[in-house]
């Protein structure tokens, strides 16, 4: 029996894409029983597109996308064309895949799987908007037990955000959705800013990757390059993974630390908007809600997803 029953909700997105095949390659330790999608880096046409193509392209089309939400719960939508590419999938060549879109929405086969599942329950990996997941939150509480954790990529505190000062890209889209998800009393582990900007990739990792694995792999590969030369602050040629992140802490934790915080997301203020409060230090007297990773070993990450990704 695998150690993790899970659902990707995402939004691909290059990192994405990477964190899809991840899993895919990871079967031992991974089932992942489906992939919900959610507009975020791109309108929602095509990050489903995106999420069908990447698992045709891993040899996994028998695994099914659904897509969700097509916009924020109370704001207008966000992309980031300018770090993704139009496609969403910059370097990666992009056609209409064969496999087809369920015809469910996200968050019912959400839902359904919840209500279907044993015991054990399921975790929720989310490395998008929180959307989904917040209209699940919202339309089946009874569900709620069955969640066995979120995993989720977003947020930021100590480093600074990457679209204001404050806020990261996931949160900023959809801080509503996003406090719905800290509230919602299920365990929760977060890797924002402050544990992804310590994995960085660059070009001899995409060499790396391209020279050990087959087909599959070296069209991958590219996505471990930047688009451009990369965020100028991480030097030339390298730019951080964000959610390949939260499926590497499933199949290798020990690659991790984390402390237990109480975390508040800020859904109004002119410059606020989106931020990720963490009370490091217990001073609102709140119980912790999630697990705040603050280091990430970036070398050990970064070994596990090209050795993984090389199978593919």
């Not at 569900?143 to 995993?151: E, P």
Request: proline share 6%.
């Amino acid at each position: 029996m695998t150690a993790h029953r899970i659902i990707l909700d995402c939004d691909p997105g290059r990192d994405d894409a990477l964190a899809i095949a991840l899993a895919l390659a990871s079967p031992e330790e991974i089932e992942l029983i489906g992939i919900t999608t959610v507009a975020g880096n791109v309108p929602l046409e095509l990050t489903q597109r995106n999420a069908r193509l990447v698992c045709e392209l891993c040899g996994h089309d028998q695994v099914p996308v659904y897509a969700g939400a097509r916009r924020p719960l109370s704001r207008a939508p966000v992309t980031a064309e300018e770090i993704h590419g139009r496609s969403g999938l910059e370097g990666l060549e992009v056609s209409e895949p064969a496999m087809a879109l369920q015809d469910r929405h996200a968050v019912d086969f959400i839902a359904e799987s919840l209500g279907s599942c044993g015991d054990d329950g399921l975790t929720l990996v989310a490395c998008g908007p929180l959307t989904n997941l917040a209209m699940v939150v919202a339309d089946f509480p009874k569900l709620l037990a069955k969640i066995r954790q979120i995993v989720l990529m977003g947020g930021a505190s100590r480093v600074g955000g990457n679209v204001t000062p404050v806020a990261e890209f996931n949160i900023h889209v959809d801080p509503h959705a996003a406090a719905a998800v800290f509230a919602c009393g299920r365990p929760i582990t977060a890797f924002g800013l402050d544990a992804t900007y310590q994995v960085l990739a660059g070009p001899d990792h995409a060499e790396r990757l391209e020279s050990v694995g087959g087909a599959a792999a070296r069209r991958l590969a590219t996505l471990l390059r930047p688009v451009g030369s990369g965020p100028a602050r991480f030097g030339p040629g390298l730019a951080p993974l964000h959610d390949p992140c939260t499926v590497a802490w499933l199949l290798r934790p020990h690659l991790f630390e984390a402390q237990s915080v109480a975390v508040a997301v800020e859904t109004e203020g002119d410059h606020t908007l989106g931020t990720t409060v963490v009370d490091w230090w217990g001073v609102t007297g709140r119980a912790p809600n999630a697990e705040w990773v603050t280091r990430a070993d970036g070398d050990g990450v970064l070994d596990l997803l090209i050795e993984r990704i090389a199978r593919l």
